[in-house]
């Protein structure tokens, strides 16, 4: 697994994360969890919040590309996407959201998961003793 350099070590998912509009959307929902769930202590961690920021980014795509398509079938001149692609588009909308939201779960049962400290080892073992 490669580590992009910076404060975030964020897992590489592009060849190319500053010069393309997916690495910066990426970068940016990324930052977002690391904002609001980090810091991530774990690498096991970091590439849930990758797999999540990565399935942030093709629902962005997937839903980009309905929107242009819905809009040439229902304004453009000339050849206009048939109906069926505009369907096809939609439901991969669905699909990249759902994908996301699956993502987004396994994150949250991550962080959920973890060991307790030793102040708290030490209180679960003080109370099974006193009962």
């Not at 977002?32 to 769930?37: D, H, K, P, S, V």
């Not at 692609?85 to 939609?90: A, N, P, R």
Request: positive net charge.
């Amino acid at each position: 697994m490669r580590v992009v350099r910076g404060p975030l070590q964020m897992p590489r998912r592009f060849k190319h994360h500053m010069g393309s509009l997916h690495g910066a959307a990426l970068r940016a929902h990324y930052t977002q969890l690391a904002e609001t769930y980090g810091p991530f202590t774990s690498p096991l961690v970091r590439e849930a919040a990758a797999d999540c920021a990565q399935a942030h980014v093709l629902k962005l795509a997937a839903s980009m590309a309905w929107e242009e398509a819905q809009v040439a079938r229902e304004t453009g001149r000339g050849r206009r996407p048939r109906r069926s692609q505009v369907i096809t588009l939609s439901k991969r909308v669905n699909l990249a959201a759902s994908s996301y939201q699956q993502a987004f779960d396994r994150f949250q049962a991550l962080l959920t998961h973890r060991q307790p400290d030793l102040a708290q080892q030490t209180l679960l073992a003080q109370q099974q003793e006193g009962a």
